[in-house]
């Protein structure tokens, strides 16, 4: 017996247990193994077509962070509203950030920083909605649950829950975002956490295990693989089975672990987010599709530089660490990066020091993805209150995505109503950076 050692108890809409996920039984015979869960995630994803191998790497700012201490310091702004960080020279001539993102500004020339991402939602649960999914919805702030699928979600339901090679799941959730699950998709679609039981589930128990009367083997993936060459096995498996063996038996269980990683990298990447970061790009180099990571702390209500000392400095080492090292390793052309946060905040600092919520001017970087870097798209208005050029919308941001990942941007699902409904229905890809 072989397990991941799952014991969910929830099952979807199709009978296959959740995403916490993994269970290989008596090499495919009796209970829910992992080939019936791979074979039912692929026929659950039979809608969309894998054209692309391209991964991206979600950075979300839970709090709604600052565009203007961020990457839109605007010091030609009257006092009250410029950037209280001071800014910083970027690699692109006549280019600056704030203050706080000296490493950041040295690889600025491999980054896009979009000056006019709008939104209409100054709300956490309902922007964070907005930007996740591409579609406003005002009753998340009330208690209400999310009514559109996430992008991960949706690539989860294109190309199916793993990758047809390596294994590895589709869509990852290092940290919980709100609004990043299927919603009417179905919990086949749903982000794979390593943090919880999945991560128990990930840690392969091999005890005794027999392939035959006669011989019993010893412990170890080694000996499991030798083994199944020598018994010829994987013959009679179907794709599933073999593709379930491959997770299992293969070092992509390895992305998850940093002691795989030359330890000179890891430094360079910094503590706790920068741990994180590696561990997406690992992740993607092994074949998931899209990974999540919340760094919170961002609703800077009061003493905005004071709170900014606290969160910038380890923004600012890991994403420049994962922007160089993407370009180094040659996988900026088939990994996108994204920055974003479910809002901005005021242009007009408070009486506190801080600044409040504010949608109409929001926070967006992004780096890789085979698009075009190494510049500003769009423009503020002189207060930094409002796109002064046209502004980019959150299903824009979600058309430039679907393109990276070759999802057509017409697709459609059937929604709770049975009706087919478009995953985009006005965006466009942000022209400046296709």
């Given at each position: 017996?072989?397990?991941f050692?799952?014991?969910?108890?929830?099952?979807?809409?199709?009978?296959?247990?959740?995403r916490?996920?993994?269970?290989?039984g008596?090499?495919?015979?009796?209970?829910?193994?992992?080939?019936?869960?791979?074979?039912?995630?692929a026929?659950?994803?039979?809608?969309?077509?894998?054209?692309?191998?391209?991964?991206?790497?979600?950075?979300?700012?839970?709090?709604?962070?600052t565009?203007?201490?961020?990457?839109?310091?605007?010091?030609?702004?009257p006092?009250?509203?410029?950037?209280?960080?001071?800014?910083?020279?970027?690699?692109i001539?006549?280019?600056?950030?704030?203050?706080?993102?000296?490493k950041?500004?040295?690889v600025?020339?491999?980054?896009?920083?979009?000056?006019?991402?709008?939104?209409?939602?100054?709300g956490?649960?309902?922007?964070?909605?907005?930007?996740?999914?591409?579609?406003?919805?005002?009753q998340?702030?009330?208690?209400?649950?999310?009514?559109?699928?996430?992008?991960?979600?949706?690539?989860s339901?294109?190309?199916?829950?793993?990758?047809?090679?390596?294994?590895?799941?589709?869509?990852?959730?290092?940290?919980?975002?709100?609004?990043?699950?299927?919603?009417?998709?179905?919990?086949?679609?749903?982000?794979?956490?390593?943090?919880?039981?999945?991560?128990?589930?990930?840690?392969?128990?091999?005890?005794?295990?027999?392939l035959?009367?006669?011989?019993?083997m010893?412990?170890?993936?080694?000996?499991?693989?030798?083994?199944?060459?020598?018994?010829?096995?994987?013959?009679?498996?179907d794709?599933?089975?073999?593709?379930?063996?491959?997770?299992?038996?293969?070092?992509s269980q390895?992305?998850?672990?940093?002691?795989?990683?030359?330890?000179?990298?890891?430094?360079?990447y910094?503590?706790?987010?920068?741990?994180?970061?590696?561990q997406?790009?690992?992740?993607?180099?092994?074949?998931?599709?899209?990974v999540?990571?919340?760094?919170?702390?961002?609703?800077?209500?009061?003493?905005?530089?004071?709170?900014?000392?606290?969160?910038?400095?380890?923004?600012?080492?890991?994403?420049?660490?994962?922007?160089?090292?993407?370009?180094?390793?040659?996988?900026?052309?088939?990994?996108?990066?994204?920055?974003?946060?479910?809002?901005?905040?005021?242009?007009?600092?408070?009486?506190?020091?801080?600044?409040?919520?504010?949608?109409?001017?929001?926070?967006?970087?992004?780096?890789?993805g085979?698009?075009?870097?190494?510049q500003?798209?769009?423009?503020?208005?002189?207060?930094?209150?409002?796109?002064k050029?046209?502004?980019?919308?959150?299903?824009?941001?979600?058309?430039?995505?679907?393109?990276?990942?070759?999802?057509?941007?017409r697709?459609?699902?059937?929604?709770?109503?049975?009706?087919?409904t478009?995953?985009?229905?006005?965006?466009r890809?942000?022209?400046?950076?296709?």
């Open positions: 017996m072989l397990n050692l799952a014991n969910s108890k929830s099952v979807t809409c199709e009978g296959s247990s959740r916490d996920f993994l269970r290989v008596s090499l495919g015979f009796g209970a829910l193994t992992l080939a019936d869960v791979l074979r039912a995630r026929e659950a994803g039979a809608a969309g077509s894998r054209t692309k191998d391209t991964s991206v790497i979600w950075l979300w700012l839970g709090g709604g962070p565009h203007v201490e961020t990457f839109d310091p605007k010091m030609t702004a006092s009250e509203y410029r950037s209280v960080t001071g800014e910083v020279k970027t690699n001539p006549g280019v600056t950030l704030g203050g706080h993102f000296e950041m500004a040295q600025a020339d491999r980054m896009a920083f979009v000056r006019s991402f709008a939104h209409t939602n100054s956490h649960g309902g922007g964070t909605h907005f930007v996740m999914t591409g579609y406003d919805n005002r998340v702030d009330n208690g209400g649950m999310p009514t559109r699928p996430s992008l991960g979600s949706i690539l339901r294109v190309r199916g829950g793993n990758h047809p090679e390596t294994g590895m799941p589709t869509y990852v959730r290092l940290n919980g975002i709100g609004s990043d699950g299927p919603a009417f998709l179905g919990a086949a679609c749903s982000p794979f956490d390593p943090n919880g039981q999945a991560k128990r589930n990930m840690s392969l128990v091999v005890d005794k295990l027999r035959d009367k006669r011989r019993e010893l412990k170890g993936i080694d000996t499991v693989n030798r083994e199944i060459d020598r018994s010829r096995l994987m013959d009679g498996l794709a599933f089975e073999q593709q379930a063996f491959n997770l299992v038996l293969s070092k390895q992305a998850f672990d940093l002691k795989y990683e030359d330890p000179r990298v890891v430094d360079r910094g503590p706790g987010l920068g741990q994180q970061l590696l997406a790009r690992r992740m993607c180099e092994a074949g998931c599709g899209f999540t990571i919340q760094y919170g702390g961002w609703d800077m209500h009061g003493n905005i530089k004071q709170a900014l000392d606290g969160r910038a400095p380890q923004v600012d080492q890991a994403v420049a660490a994962l922007v160089e090292d993407m370009g180094q390793r040659g996988v900026d052309q088939n990994i996108l990066f994204v920055v974003t946060g479910e809002f901005g905040r005021t242009p007009k600092i408070n009486g506190g020091a801080g600044r409040d919520h504010w949608a109409p001017l929001s926070t967006l970087a992004m780096a890789g085979g698009l075009q870097m190494g500003v798209v769009g423009e503020s208005a002189e207060k930094v209150d409002v796109p050029t046209k502004p980019i919308r959150p299903q824009d941001l979600m058309a430039t995505v679907f393109d990276v990942l070759g999802i057509d941007r697709i459609q699902f059937i929604n709770p109503s049975g009706r087919p478009y995953m985009i229905e006005d965006g890809p942000i022209e400046e950076l296709v």
